[in-house]
């Protein structure tokens, strides 16, 4: 067998993957709508549930319908005004998303994968890596979009944290 084709087999099926993380456990889910929409599944998986952040943790979008990059950056800067952050962070961490957040097809999956010493990775469709903002402040103020206590959307909060079921 021709080595370029024994190292292409081993890198297959080797199971690597940049978002995997064999300590992380999925702790809930559910689906966001709006007006009737749907709009995505939210899937989190964490290594500590009682204090969700000092762990690692990974947040997937699966979007079920398009989306332009540039809204997906409009909707978190709204969610981050709503939720108190202060604008001098919230349009700076909006500019920086500009750079992050592609546009995304139904089916398209965004992926947040958080380390508390390291910030946030993110990624699409699993392995195709898209940024990272190193900043902590950030990390959980975005996070907290889903996660938090001001969250635009309790009930799928609460399906996240595995307080309730979908």
Do not use: C, H
């Amino acid at each position: 067998m021709n080595y370029k084709i024994f190292l292409f087999f081993i890198i297959m099926f080797s199971g690597l993957n940049a978002t995997a993380d064999e300590s992380l456990k999925l702790i809930g889910k559910g689906n966001y709508t709006f007006f009737l929409l749907d709009v995505y599944e939210a899937s989190l998986w964490a290594s500590n549930k009682t204090n969700i952040y000092d762990g690692n943790l990974n947040l997937e979008l699966k979007y079920k319908m398009n989306f332009e990059g540039k809204d997906i950056v409009k909707q978190t800067q709204k969610e981050f005004d709503s939720a108190g952050v202060p604008s001098k962070f919230s349009k700076k961490w909006s500019n920086d998303l500009e750079f992050i957040f592609p546009n995304v097809s139904k089916g398209d999956r965004i992926l947040a994968s958080y380390k508390p010493a390291d910030g946030i990775k993110f990624y699409l469709n699993e392995d195709n890596f898209l940024g990272e903002i190193k900043d902590i402040e950030f990390s959980r103020s975005f996070l907290d979009i889903w996660l938090g206590p001001k969250t635009s959307d309790p009930d799928l909060r609460d399906q996240l944290l595995g307080v309730k079921d979908e």
